[in-house]
Antibody, heavy 121, light 107 residues
């Protein structure tokens, strides 16, 4: 069955950088686009970024553009999210999610349980 | 960015009730609209995409309708396990955007 397991969260000081990971199993990872979505405490879901299967086509939310990089290693079935210049407003649970196979379908059909990132001094 | 507005932001209903949640887009998104269910501490679950396509394994009590700027999620007969927050999301254009959520409470 499809499994997505995020890791790499924790408490990080403002201004530092961090890389989150998402380990995928149960499907052919290299065939699927992947999303990152976050949820700040007490807030709703916020889409962060998407990356196409080839690792070359990517899109970002305006709130993170220029500070965040989504990437993948298809040989390791792993998705990454690198966040630079961390701010308090980056504090959130970060979910990775799979995009359906169809090119025009950009919803997220399977999600991980999330990893909590807290930005605090 | 396309703004997605959900109403109501919360509701309380009894088991067996019919529940309707509305999602409005600030401009047309055709049928590029998904609905998710999210319970605290759990992974969100995709219920419906392409505005009305029920995902495999999702209860047929859930249905979606609409296109353009106005969409509806209906729970035909509310059950206790439907207590959750529901989100709409447009994927017509980047950046993808979610509605603010509707929290459904069981009386």
């Amino acid at each position: 069955q499809v499994q997505l397991v995020e890791s790499g969260g924790g408490v990080v000081q403002p201004g530092r950088s961090l890389r989150l990971s998402c380990a995928a199993s149960g499907f052919r990872f290299s065939n699927y686009g992947m999303h990152w979505v976050r949820q700040a405490p007490g807030r709703g879901l916020e889409w962060v970024a998407v990356l196409w299967p080839d690792g070359k086509t990517e899109y970002y939310a305006d709130s993170v553009k220029g500070r965040v990089t989504i990437s993948r290693d298809n040989s390791k079935n792993t998705l990454y999210l690198q966040i630079h210049s961390l701010r308090a407003e980056d504090t959130a649970v970060y979910f990775c999610a799979r995009k359906p196979l169809s090119e025009w379908e950009l919803s997220a059909d399977y999600w991980g349980q999330g990893t909590l990132l807290t930005v605090s001094s | 960015a396309i703004r997605m507005t959900q109403s109501p932001s919360s509701l309380s209903a009894s088991t067996g009730d019919r529940v309707t949640i509305t999602c409005r887009a600030s401009r047309g998104v055709s049928s590029y609209l998904a609905w998710y269910q999210h319970k605290p501490g759990k992974a969100p679950e995709l219920l419906i995409n392409a505005a009305l396509t029920l995902q495999s394994g999702v209860s047929p009590r859930f249905s979606g309708s609409g296109s353009g700027t106005e969409f509806t999620l209906t729970i035909s007969t509310l059950q206790s396990e439907d207590s959750a927050t529901y989100y709409c999301q447009q994927y017509y254009s980047y950046p993808l955007t979610f509605g603010g959520g509707t929290t459904v409470e069981i009386k």
